[in-house]
């Protein structure tokens, strides 16, 4: 079973920064897509990057020039770094893998901005 690790979380300040990572449990190149999803109390679990195997990337409207997604390969971890952060992206953060024919799911990970 994969397993994916999630860090990074935490509290900041309005315009402050910070960094997830997600470490998979095994090499990333077995997916076409990484990235990840972010949910909201009483709202869906939207996409906010992703990031293909061949390096295409795909960003959420509203975080477009603010976050970052990279990878890792020779670690197997995905990165979202995350500047400028707004109280709106208070969520709880969720890293995934796809294969294609299967989605795998982290834990998740807090992330809080104060105003």
């Known amino acids: 079973q994969v397993q994916l690790v999630e860090s990074g979380g935490g509290l900041v300040q309005a315009g402050g920064s910070l960094r997830l990572s997600c470490a998979a449990s095994?090499?990333?190149?077995?997916?076409?897509?990484m990235g990840w999803y972010r949910q909201a109390p009483g709202k869906q679990r939207d996409l906010v990057a992703g990031i293909t195997s061949g390096g295409i990337i795909n960003y959420k409207d509203s975080v477009k020039g603010r976050f970052t997604i990279s990878r890792d390969n020779a670690k197997n971890t995905v990165y979202l770094q995350m500047n400028s952060l707004k109280p709106e992206d208070t969520a709880v953060y969720y890293c995934y893998a796809s294969t294609g024919a299967r989605v795998f799911w982290g834990q998740g990970t807090q992330v809080t901005v104060s105003s």
């Open positions: 095994e090499n990333i190149f077995n997916f076409n897509t």
